[in-house]
């Protein structure tokens, strides 16, 4: 009865400072890798199901999403492309919609105000709404949420915030290990599974993606809806074709182009 | 021309970009006259079946039920715009659709994941103007919680628990689950097929 086509998504990362696309080993040690537009249109091309962009220093640094990258890398994509980073309001989320995001995604935000999750969600859709989520192991079966690009623990537990988060209206969840952010050692696939089994919304799992083998288990062993990866793409290191084909061939439904 | 009908309920900027993107003149409104003067509309949205309310009611509601005639107009119908082409929806029983298609759309059930978030596969049955050129078994960009029923003018349907309306087509209406404006090249090519009837 359950469906098996529905495609397990390869989404690419695009980490944004100052207009500019870099990658963090575990949220520091910063590096460029070039133009949003640019590499937003190449991963499309070359097969990824879905664009996110975080504007990594927006919290941090108070600034808003930079709305003109967003706009400019929006004009070519055809694909669902989200934003998050420094979206603290329905204004800021309508300012990122409007430029040609499909979906905002909100942390520390959400979490000093799990309400703004709500009132997105009322004004756009729950299609509209990614709660993401930073978490590093406490203990081998349970998770910290992290906010503030990773620097500030909340003491909340991650698997409680997720279920919260898809009561108040997140369509998604956004899931960084920041065990593994960077380390392209594989995903978290215990922290995915916990959580993609204790909600009913699509969990993408995030961080430490480094081998077309590592997606495999993530969507075997992790129950995971999405694999989200940024660095693994930029540098060339695998390609999007690469992974899906691997994929496929394990019996994973994926989206082939061409 | 075409008119991309504005009733307040999402996505018009994707849509309107991959028009442009396609070279197609299109306006964004709820003027019932400009919607009256247009070649052609297209009704986008995603959200509650309630904000169709304002395609029902008024003078915009009288111009677009004008569709349903012999010589209407091509109607494109996107998500939420397909399912206001049925009778009705479960998520909101006091407002009607247009009625051009038979049955209710309904909610996913709770033994899948819902939303239906994600490419999926149609499975295409029968002749198409909107979907010439593409293959049965093309993957398209799906997010919604509710679908409509399988009647005689789908033309392809998808599998999620259980088959739907991927596609509606009958004479001048058409109709989309799924969002071809996020569909790459699959979905540019429908919204081709649209721009060239």
């Known amino acids: 009865m359950h469906c098996e086509t529905l495609a ?37 091309q070359a097969g990824a199901d879905e664009i996110v962009l975080l504007d990594i220093t927006a919290t941090a640094e108070s ?38 995001a499909d979906k905002v995604a909100m942390n520390s935000a959400a979490i000093a105000d799990p ?35 990773g620097r500030k623990p909340t003491g909340r537990d991650a698997r409680e915030w997720s279920i919260a988060a898809e009561q108040l209206g997140a369509g998604e969840i956004m ?37 077309p083998h590592h997606f495999l288990e993530v969507f075997q062993d992790g129950a995971a809806d999405a694999a989200l990866a940024a660095s693994v793409f930029h540098y060339g290191l695998k390609s999007v074709a690469a992974i899906k084909q691997e994929l496929r061939d394990a019996g994973i439904p994926v989206r082939l182009t061409c | ?22 070279g197609k003149e299109c306006i964004v409104t709820n003027n019932p006259d400009i919607v009256g ?41 996107i998500c939420l715009g397909l399912q206001w082409m049925f009778e009705g929806s479960t998520e909101a029983p006091e407002f009607h659709g247009l009625g051009a298609f038979n049955g209710l759309c309904t909610r996913f059930s ?56 991927a596609v509606v087509e009958r004479a001048n209406l058409f109709g989309v689950q799924f969002h071809p404006e996020k569909s790459g090249d699959v979905g540019m090519q429908i919204l081709e097929n649209f721009c060239a009837l």
């Open chain 2, 110 to 165: 709770e033994r899948v994941k819902s939303p239906h978030v994600g490419w999926d596969s149609i499975k295409i049955d029968g002749r198409s103007r909107l979907l010439a050129g593409i293959s049965s078994g093309a993957y398209v960009y799906f997010t919604h919680s509710y679908r409509a029923p399988v009647c005689c003018g789908t033309i392809a349907t998808c599998t999620y628990e259980e088959p739907f309306t």
């Open chain 1, 8 to 44: 397990k998504r390869i989404i690419a990362c695009l980490d944004v400072n100052a207009g500019r696309v870099v990658k963090g080993i575990q949220f520091e040690q910063l590096r460029d890798a070039g133009d949003p537009a640019e590499l937003a249109l190449a991963h499309s």
């Open chain 2, 37 to 77: 003067q247009a070649d052609k509309w297209i009704i986008p949205g995603v959200g509650n079946f309630k904000a169709t309310a304002p395609l029902a009611n008024g003078r915009l509601g009288a111009v677009l039920r004008g569709a349903i005639a012999p010589d209407g107009r091509p109607l494109l119908g």
């Open chain 1, 175 to 211: 899931l960084t290990s920041m065990d593994r952010d960077g380390t392209q050692s594989g995903f978290d696939c215990p922290l995915t599974r916990t959580i993609a089994t204790s909600v009913r919304i699509p969990v993408i799992a995030s961080g430490g993606a480094g081998e």
């Open chain 2, 1 to 22: 021309m075409i008119a991309i009908v504005d009733y307040g309920a999402g996505n018009l900027p994707s849509v309107v970009k991959a028009l442009q993107y396609l």
């Open chain 1, 115 to 149: 309400a703004l999750i709500t009132r997105v969600a009322e004004r756009y859709g729950s299609q509209a709404v990614v709660v993401a989520i930073d978490a590093r192991h406490k203990t081998p079966t349970a998770w910290e949420v992290y906010v503030w690009g």
């Open chain 1, 63 to 100: 600034r808003n999403t930079l709305l003109e990258t967003v706009r400019r890398t929006a004009r070519q994509l055809f694909i669902p492309f989200a934003v998050g980073g420094g979206i603290r309001s329905v204004d800021d989320a309508a300012a990122v919609l409007d430029c040609g």
